[in-house]
């Protein structure tokens, strides 16, 4: 049974019993066993009654705050969910802001308001977005409109590739037969199916002959027993007309247009997160002046200034070096593609910049990308071989070498969480969670190393 609330008679009760002990006290003239005496008073069980209560809580706090957190995370994943069309848009905004942000206070610096720097800078993305999509949609669009004939071709030429295994299982079919010989049994068996591979008999044939034999007594051709069955049909339906079955054939619609269907709530999403950006650039510090006065000492003010100050530029920072390197990537993989002769250097240049953002799993999906292609596209296989290979010496010599050097160590993520983050965002947000997850994870773990009470979590994700 619960223990019931603690009464006003409880609680008056309680507080004379202290005012007694501390009457008492007053007057033990600083007896040692007088006071333990006093002090030790119980009226009727009712301060053990209240101290087991309490300690009773104390006991049940963990358990209450690790409920509370889990239904916590529960309630904002649920909320994330959902909301999905809105706060994609919303958090991408405040990256790019924090991507921007430092070009347009330089721009601030040198006597250009925030609004023309803004709108400068709007204009200089969405044209390279613009510029980006337009040498990369044509040839995406066209490998998809023949995606079967070109993995047919896929297919074929990746048949050379087998010749040497059905070599090596030819081989292990002979062994196989030698060793079956040692046995009378399977000599036997040898023999009866020679004879019946020699006399031309399967036992299909055999089958089909049998059935023929007993269903074909008066209709030994199979057409004439497509007729009779026919006008057996017609007679059962007392002379109603035959139907005429026209042939239906569903055509797909094509991959352009499929794109386009599905577009609608894409180009939402991004204008509503472009027109975010350019009202968060426009604003500059007038949030953080908001915040500042609202903060009661100037102590507290020059705080949350500096923190503000320093978590916007290690983002800014971090995000910048992050985007320079899969620029410099998608550069490198594009001009190498471009001297092997492989088609559409671009498009495989912005593929590869994009794929980076997905960890572990961007460099796998290029190089299977880059390989059926280079297989459609050359005739020798080794050869094709040579654009998985760039592709995948680029990926590991950023990911090694590069990236370790640029990007301090305190923003580095542990693999396992950074694993767990991606899959949970992308199932939440789809692609688009996909695509900045790494950057969000970056964001809260330099949050965290810069507030005191959160610095634990900061280090708990790193490595």
């Not at 309680?14 to 030790?40: F, M, Q, T």
């Not at 809105?86 to 040198?110: D, Q, Y």
């Not at 390197?325 to 910049?353: D, E, Q, R, S, T």
Request: charged letters at 15%; hydrophobic letters at 50%; one cysteine or more.
């Amino acid at each position: 049974m619960s223990a019931a609330k603690p009464t006003a008679k409880f609680r008056s009760n309680v507080a004379a019993l202290e005012d007694e002990r501390k009457y008492h006290l007053a007057d033990s003239d600083g007896d040692p066993l007088e006071r333990s005496a006093i002090l030790n008073r119980d009226s009727d069980g009712e301060l053990a009654e209240c101290s087991s209560l309490t300690s009773a809580r104390k006991a049940l706090l963990p358990t209450a705050a690790a409920c509370v957190i889990v239904l916590a995370c529960l309630a904002i994943v649920y909320s994330l969910y959902f909301s999905k069309a809105v706060m994609l848009p919303i958090v991408g905004a405040f990256l790019l802001n924090f991507l921007l942000s430092p070009v347009v206070a330089k721009l601030n610096k040198i006597g250009i308001p925030n609004f023309v720097g803004s709108l400068g800078v709007m204009f200089v993305v969405v044209g390279g977005m613009l510029i980006a999509l337009l040498f990369a949609y044509q040839p995406a669009t066209r490998w998809l409109e023949n995606k079967e004939e070109n993995l047919n071709i896929v297919g074929q030429k990746l048949q050379t590739l087998r010749q040497p295994l059905d070599a090596v299982q030819q081989m292990s079919d002979q062994l196989e037969e030698i060793g079956a010989k040692k046995t009378p049994a399977n000599d036997e068996s040898k023999n009866v199916a020679d004879s019946t591979k020699t006399s031309g008999v399967t036992l299909g044939d055999e089958v089909a002959s049998r059935t023929s034999a007993t269903v074909g007594t008066g209709s030994q051709n199979p057409e004439s027993a497509a007729t009779e069955a026919q006008s057996a049909s017609e007679t059962e339906e007392e002379g109603e007309p035959v139907k005429a079955v026209i042939p239906v054939e569903v055509q797909q619609p094509s991959i352009s247009n499929r794109i386009f269907s599905t577009t609608g709530d894409l180009l939402a999403g991004v204008g509503l997160m472009l027109v975010l950006v350019f009202y968060l650039l426009s604003a500059g510090d007038r949030g953080l002046e908001k915040l500042v006065e609202l903060m009661p000492t100037f102590r507290e003010k020059k705080r949350v200034v500096e923190l503000s100050r320093a978590i916007e530029e290690s983002v800014s920072a971090y995000l910048l070096t992050t985007l320079s390197i899969n620029f410099v990537l998608g550069l490198v993989i594009g001009i190498g593609m471009w001297l092997i002769g492989m088609p559409n250097p671009i498009l495989w240049g912005v593929v590869a910049m994009l794929l980076n953002f997905f960890p572990f799993l961007g460099a796998a999906g290029g190089a299977i990308l880059v390989f059926l292609v280079a297989v459609i596209s050359f005739d020798s296989i080794a050869y094709a071989l040579w654009a998985p290979g760039i592709y995948l010496a680029a990926n590991l010599l950023e990911a090694n070498l590069i990236t370790p050097h640029l990007l301090s160590r305190s923003v580095s993520l542990h693999p396992v969480w950074l694993m767990i983050f991606f899959v949970v965002v992308s199932w939440i947000w789809g692609l688009g969670g996909a695509i900045i997850a790494v950057p969000v994870l970056a964001v809260i773990k330099i949050s965290c190393d810069h507030i005191e009470p959160l610095e634990p979590v900061g280090q708990f994700l790193g490595r």
